[in-house]
């Protein structure tokens, strides 16, 4: 699905000189219920507060710009002992590990050049 996107971004904004952006922003979340939820820096108030923060890329050329992937920041603590119980009622599969949210977008990165359907600088 995330390849089809792509194409129609490519299609309709893509560009030689187009540009991958990232960025983060955080989600206020009042409870624990949530996948990711711990007080960490919360951009959109300017402090730490309860929440999820996500990474997000963005594709710019001359014809518009759009969002093309996302990741869900999943803090360290998270993936303590401690939170054994709530990664399982959150359903985070057993293999997620630890990544900081310059590695996430890596990550993003790497696959959006692995699809090679974005062209970019």
């Not at 990711?36 to 997000?56: D, I, M, P, S, W």
């Amino acid at each position: 699905m995330l390849w089809n996107y792509h194409q129609l971004v490519a299609e309709t904004l893509g560009e030689p000189d187009g540009i991958l952006m990232f960025d983060e922003t955080g989600f206020v979340k009042k409870g624990q219920d949530s996948v990711g939820v711990a007080r960490q820096y919360c951009g959109t108030l300017g402090k730490v507060e309860n929440g999820q923060v996500g990474v997000f890329a963005g594709y710019a050329s001359r014809h518009g710009y759009a969002l093309v992937d996302k990741r869900l920041f999943l803090p360290e603590v998270w993936l303590t002992e401690a939170y054994a119980t709530r990664r399982a009622q959150c359903e985070v599969p057993t293999e997620v590990t630890f990544q900081s949210k310059p590695q996430l977008a890596a990550t993003m990165l790497q696959a959006i050049r692995r699809a090679g359907l974005l062209p970019f600088k």
